[in-house]
């Protein structure tokens, strides 16, 4: 089968939801808006292209990848509806596998990295806390670290309890920014105030009024922190949320 052909027939598979993480370390991110213009470009996407320094912000991505561009033109509509997609695309000399998402401004695309020690510890490590995350009654969503400027960090994990607390399947919030929650009577003061702790990768305490997904709303008492790799660099936002009673309500 020629490259092309394992191209054409992996971009029909759809996104396997047992896998609940949409991005994880080791894996590279690229944004792009509606015309297909990269707006995020993190370093681990340009080094598993084998393009570092060669990408940055402002290129197209028909540029530097038109059989990438193709694809997600195959899938705007796929990925809008179902969640994110996954398939596999030949980037330079290597078979890569994609996940294709939606995101606020545009498309996401995760570049998966190899996965050679896909039974060794760390993975059975990742299993392990996965596994715990979704007996935790209170709701987790995780966020990427970056980009802190429009579109901000989007979703890459949201436990069972954050679904059943908004009415959101998981392929409908995978990718999206948790402005998904958010609504015209959400405090600003209070979301400038996270804001804030983000750029300042500083770990933050809010209270919050959120949207479900049916329109309905409800308070939650919000705690983020920033995670960091072995090497210091900050990779991911944890979100922990507990519904709570409203400001005048009596504890």
Not at 21 to 36: E, M, S, V
Not at 53 to 74: H, K, S
Not at 208 to 218: A, E, M
Request: aromatic share 6%.
């Amino acid at each position: 089968m020629t490259p092309a052909d394992t191209t054409a027939v992996a971009s029909r598979c759809t996104w396997d939801h047992s896998e609940d993480f949409l991005l994880l370390p080791g894996d590279g991110l690229i944004l792009a808006n509606g015309d297909g213009v990269i707006t995020y470009f993190d370093l681990r996407a340009r080094q598993l292209m084998g393009r570092e320094p060669g990408c940055r912000c402002g290129d197209g991505l028909e540029e530097i990848w038109p059989e990438l561009a193709e694809v997600l033109e195959e899938h705007a509509i796929v990925a809008d509806r179902s969640g994110p997609v996954v398939t596999r695309l030949t980037c330079g000399d290597r078979l890569r596998t994609l996940h294709l998402f939606r995101s606020d401004c545009g498309i996401g695309i995760v570049l998966l990295a190899d996965r050679s020690d896909a039974h060794g510890a760390a993975h059975q490590q990742l299993l392990m806390h996965q596994r715990i995350l979704q007996h935790v009654r209170d709701a987790v969503i995780v966020t990427t670290a970056e980009p802190v400027a429009t579109p901000g960090p989007v979703i890459v994990y949201a436990n069972p309890a954050a679904l059943r607390q908004t009415g959101y399947r998981l392929g409908e919030v995978l990718g999206r920014s948790p402005r998904i929650f958010q609504g015209p009577d959400t405090d600003r003061a209070a979301l400038r105030s996270l804001h804030a702790a983000i750029q300042h990768w500083q770990p933050a305490r809010q209270k919050l009024l959120n949207y479900r997904k049916d329109g309905s709303t409800f308070w939650v008492e919000i705690d983020i922190a920033p995670l960091e790799d072995s090497d210091g660099w900050y990779t991911y936002w944890v979100s922990v949320q507990r519904e709570c009673r409203g400001p005048g309500h009596a504890p």
